[in-house]
């Protein structure tokens, strides 16, 4: 994944769209919205998790009950869904909100020694939650339509043997699939980058067959450098002494927790920061002062309809304030961030070098449903 980072954020750098890095978004720790910088690493924030409770439940000599543990864990996002009527898969939660998520089924399904009689489990209490007509059944639709197929595919996958390719397509199939991770790391920058960089009117499917095209042949040329660094950390791991490796072992999983604790002090703040933003912007009327500069200097649509709308905000006086900007339509917010940008140009035109660091800029998304039909958008921000 720290590859993936690293060439893109030189891509991205010398395409003229530096992006800074969240550091808590690389840490795959669940920390709630970060700025992902390859929009994908949600999953893997997951992963990561689920690895890091078997190791605690390793550590705790609990081991072999740990299909025990994962019925229980499925009682609990169960119960959730039960009391609540939510199925609850919010793909960036805090660490406190990561239990009652359904997203983390297909990996209980995985837990060792236990096949696939969880994903059975739940493929019973699925069909027998309710009515598969009713519309207001959401364990039913979301259970059968999304986390059921997703827990058995990944069951089957897991226990099905593994054929040696025999023909050319089933080589190439495996090579892709060797190449497979890399592809999923890429794909999404890729495509972003692409459509940054393309003129606004080229046709949507030219534009995804070639993302689609870039991201397989990038992704092939890149599976032989993590192929590779994946086999060198399994040697390091067979030769390296016990005793080290279960400090490094310890040592990752009290970062973890220690990250995920910080996470989840910063990030509530944060969105109490943004609950507040909110309330300004859809109520407060608009106000300025000389020390604030602000400025919306581009606007582009995507293929795909969307409006991206990109800006910058800051008060000179006060260059770190927290700054929250949202496209409104007649009092009602259609998008809104927090400012994560940082605009170094920006910087060196005013001949402040101070803020070259500073994330005063803001990306903006405007969905293509809307209308402009229905009333003038206009860009606020709250500093």
Not at 99 to 118: D, K, S, Y
Not at 161 to 169: L, N, R
Not at 191 to 216: D, E, K
Not at 308 to 337: C, F, W
Request: net charge positive; aromatic share 8%; with cysteine.
């Amino acid at each position: 994944m720290l590859l993936a980072v690293a060439i893109f954020w030189i891509a991205f750098l010398a395409a003229g769209f530096p992006r800074g890095i969240d550091i808590l978004g690389l840490s795959l720790v669940p920390a709630g919205g970060r700025d992902y910088f390859l929009a994908v690493e949600w999953t893997l924030v997951y992963e990561m998790s689920y690895y890091v409770l078997l190791a605690v439940l390793a550590f705790a000599g609990l081991r072999r009950p740990t299909s025990w543990f994962a019925i229980a864990w499925m009682a609990v996002i169960f119960g959730a869904v039960i009391t609540t009527g939510v199925v609850y898969d919010d793909t960036v939660p805090l660490a406190s909100e990561l239990a009652v998520q359904a997203i983390n089924l297909p990996f209980l399904n995985r837990t060792p020694a236990f096949g696939g009689r969880p994903a059975s489990l739940f493929a019973a209490w699925s069909l027998a939650s309710g009515d598969p007509r009713d519309p207001c059944c959401c364990v039913f639709s979301a259970g059968r339509c999304t986390i059921l197929p997703a827990a058995l595919l990944v069951a089957a996958a897991i226990r099905a043997p593994k054929s040696a390719p025999v023909t050319v397509i089933g080589r190439f199939g495996e090579r892709l699939g060797d190449a497979g991770y890399m592809l999923y790391l890429c794909d999404m920058p890729l495509m972003t980058l692409l459509s940054g960089m393309v003129p606004a009117r080229s046709p949507s499917l030219a534009l995804w067959l070639g993302g689609v095209s870039a991201s397989g042949a990038i992704s092939l040329l890149l599976a032989r450098a993590d192929l590779s660094m994946h086999r060198w950390s399994k040697r390091r791991i067979a030769v390296a002494p016990a005793h080290r490796i279960r400090v490094i072992a310890v040592s990752f999983v009290a970062a973890f927790i220690g990250v995920a604790a910080y996470a989840e002090v910063h990030t509530r703040a944060q969105r109490a920061a943004y609950s507040h933003a909110m309330g300004i912007l859809t109520s407060a009327e608009p106000s300025t002062s000389p020390s604030v500069l602000a400025e919306v200097d581009a606007i582009q649509r995507l293929p795909d309809g969307r409006l991206v709308v990109r800006g910058y905000a800051i008060d000179l006086d006060k260059p770190n304030l927290t700054s929250h900007a949202a496209v409104t339509q007649r009092g009602r917010i259609i998008s809104m961030e927090r400012s994560r940008r940082i605009r170094p140009g920006q910087a060196k035109i005013w001949s402040r070098p101070d803020l070259a660091n500073v994330r005063f800029g803001f990306v903006l998304m405007v969905p293509k449903g809307v209308e402009c039909s229905s009333g003038k958008l206009d860009v606020r921000v709250a500093l």
